[in-house]
């Protein structure tokens, strides 16, 4: 090989290790607002939760208009998933696992309900009707007043009825499943 071919190759290499972009054509880097879009994830403490608020009463409408076809008419009784109620049963023979007897933090009701629902149309429902459905799913479950409000800043301070009732497996260290055997 001459030098030029070499040189050229060379440069070949590493044009496509510095830039695969241009190497294979993987398209452009998403902008700000792209990521927006995606970046929907709301955590535990709140973290995330966008502007906007919802009551119970027009989470009432949201939830007869959007839900109550799978949920049932009052989140019970449905085809899908029950979302209310099952109170004390969890240590029972047939524990009923909903939102108000089982989850531990409310912030991941609007985070779920943001993304994954309703089932046929994720995404669709803008930030204040998600809050206003997680109100009145809470309401339902006795966890907010009939005249509640959800906004960032008050869906963080509820505290699920089962928040404590979630205890850390002593054997089970997650750190093991990475350390080399
Ligand atoms: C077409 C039927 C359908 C509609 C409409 C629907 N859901 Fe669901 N929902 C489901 C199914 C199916 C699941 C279980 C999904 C899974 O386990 O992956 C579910 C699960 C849920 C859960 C989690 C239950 C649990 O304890 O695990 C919540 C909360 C929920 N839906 C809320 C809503 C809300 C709020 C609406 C209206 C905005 C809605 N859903 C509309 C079918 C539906």
């Known amino acids: 090989m001459s030098s030029t071919s070499k040189a050229l190759l060379t440069g070949a290499i590493a044009l496509a290790l510095v830039s695969p972009v241009l190497a294979y054509d ?13 970046d929907i994830d709301v955590r ?7 502007p ?17 076809a799978c949920h049932g008419d009052n989140g019970v009784g449905g085809i899908k998933d029950r979302l209310v109620g099952g109170w004390g049963t969890l240590a ?17 009701l609007f985070d779920y309900i943001h993304r994954a629902m309703p089932y046929q149309a994720p995404g669709s429902l803008s930030s204040d009707d998600t809050y206003a459905v997680a109100a009145y799913i809470l309401h339902l479950n006795d966890i907010l007043p009939p005249d509640g409000k959800l906004d960032r800043d008050s869906l963080p301070k509820i505290k699920m009825p089962n928040r404590d009732g979630f205890v850390p497996e002593p054997e089970f260290d997650p750190a093991e499943l990475f350390r080399k055997k």
């Open 92 to 108: 029972s023979d047939a524990p009923v696992k909903t939102v108000g007897s089982f989850w531990p933090y409310a912030t991941t």
């Open 44 to 50: 535990p403490d709140g973290k995330g939760l966008p």
């Open 26 to 38: 993987f398209g452009r880097p998403a902008t700000p607002n792209e990521i927006a879009l995606w």
């Open 52 to 68: 906007g608020s919802g009551t119970v009463a027009h989470g009432k409408q949201v939830f007869a208009d959007n839900c109550a």
